[in-house]
């Protein structure tokens, strides 16, 4: 008992000194006139948005559909994956395949007609010419022989001919998916070389704009060979290219040749809700880089923007955040892309209609201020996909003085468009 009654007065003498110092803290708070109650204000990060500063166009996000493969996407899910309004992806890019066999070119229509009709561009991208144009016989790997490259070509032509006789004309075409991988499925392997003597000869005989070289990582080997050409390069309109393992970059080459830069292809097969957030940054990369399209792989499958139920997934509704308000025709214009942890932007404009795209990658709730210059906005309409919300629209803001400042809900990103 004793040892106990010396632990409490030690611990009350603690106590009794700590109330002292306390109320002498407080006496000095109210003499100088401060407050311990009110502290110092918060510091909110400010980004800069330059309406004047413009970068690149964007023709627009899609994905790819291979009735081939797996199933054909069904007439609701096209609506669900092209359509704008809400519920709906706002994809205007559709990628298909071109067969090798010129009897299988009829299960390319249906979807792509219907896409077409909602006002999507069409893009072809063969994974094999037919294999008897092929040194080894096969429609896996092997080389394009080099007494077929003109057959190749018409090949390519009467693909273009079948889909715009069929009302889903094709906006380009490419020559070759990932040419520099070998893979154990459909595929051709070609070098620089091969495809620089292909585009200088045949290219222009096929009636469509070309894109090179979809390389699987982005590789600028062979393009590199092609915008060095003077006679290549006038028979390429798109530098094509996938992102597996790296390639996420500009391409400085390519824009002062005025081509084009599509990222043409990439998928996660993860669809917990980090790896979710990984997509829209992988887009907004995309974007950073300079590129003018974002093409995901399957539109419908369980991973994809639309699952094998005809359901938009949580990746389907992050694309959205891009996909239903940057429409093609807009430019992306300067901002300050990643103006404090965790926070990342791009902001986009055409004529008095502008967007911006925020990303928040931290846990909790971080408020952000954002500034216009160069261009006046009154007030912004935003929408949200965390977690929990898909694409759901939220509260309308005011601009005043020509900024505004906003809170960015954990985890999500949140799209603000011009009214």
């Not at 500063?53 to 790819?64: A, H, K, P």
């Not at 590129?291 to 994809?304: D, P």
Request: net charge negative; proline share 5%.
């Amino acid at each position: 008992m004793t040892g106990h009654y010396r632990m409490n007065s030690d611990i009350f003498r603690i106590l009794s000194a700590n109330k002292l110092r306390c109320i002498t803290f407080s006496l000095i708070l109210i003499l100088t006139g401060c407050s311990s109650v009110s502290g110092p204000e918060e510091d909110i990060s400010e980004a800069t948005i330059d309406l004047s500063d413009i970068r690149q166009l964007i023709r627009g996000f899609g994905g790819v559909n291979m009735p081939g493969w797996i199933d054909d996407m069904t007439p609701d899910m096209v609506a669900k994956a092209f359509g704008a309004d809400d519920g709906q992806i706002g994809m205007t890019i559709l990628r298909i395949r071109v067969p090798w066999d010129t009897t299988k070119f009829n299960l390319e229509v249906p979807t792509a007609q219907l896409a077409n009709s909602l006002g999507a561009i069409i893009i072809a991208s063969p994974w094999s010419p037919p294999p008897e144009f092929k040194t080894n016989g096969n429609i896996v790997g092997g080389r394009l022989k080099s007494t077929c490259y003109a057959a190749y070509a018409d090949h390519l032509k009467a693909f273009a001919d079948y889909m715009s006789a069929n009302d889903a004309p094709l906006y380009a075409i490419s020559l070759q998916n990932e040419p520099d991988v070998r893979v154990s499925y459909e595929s051709c392997d070609w070098n620089a070389a091969e495809m620089l003597r292909f585009v200088k000869e045949n290219a222009s005989s096929i009636g469509v704009p070309i894109i090179i070289p979809e390389s699987y990582n982005f590789n600028h080997t062979i393009s590199d060979a092609i915008l060095n050409d003077s006679l290549a390069v006038e028979n390429i309109a798109i530098i094509g290219g996938h992102i597996y393992g790296g390639g996420c970059r500009s391409y400085p080459l390519a824009e002062s040749k005025g081509k084009e830069v599509w990222m043409t292809e990439h998928l996660n097969t993860e669809y917990n809700w980090y790896s979710v957030i990984g997509t829209v940054m992988e887009i907004h990369d995309c974007m950073v880089a300079n590129m003018n399209a974002y093409l995901w792989w399957y539109i419908r499958r369980f991973y994809g923007p639309i699952d094998d139920d005809g359901k938009v997934t949580q990746r389907g509704y992050v694309m959205s955040q891009f996909a239903r308000f940057v429409r093609p025709g807009f430019y992306r214009v300067a901002a300050d892309e990643h103006p404090q942890p965790n926070i990342y932007l791009t902001a986009y404009k055409q004529n008095d209609r502008v967007i911006i795209v925020a990303i928040n990658r931290a846990t909790p709730t971080v408020k952000q201020t954002f500034i216009l210059t160069n261009g006046t906005v009154a007030s912004f309409k935003s929408y949200v996909t965390s977690g929990t919300k898909n694409c759901v629209r939220g509260k309308n803001i005011s601009v005043s003085d020509a900024q505004f400042t906003t809170t960015l809900t954990a985890r999500s990103v949140t799209t603000f468009a011009s009214d």
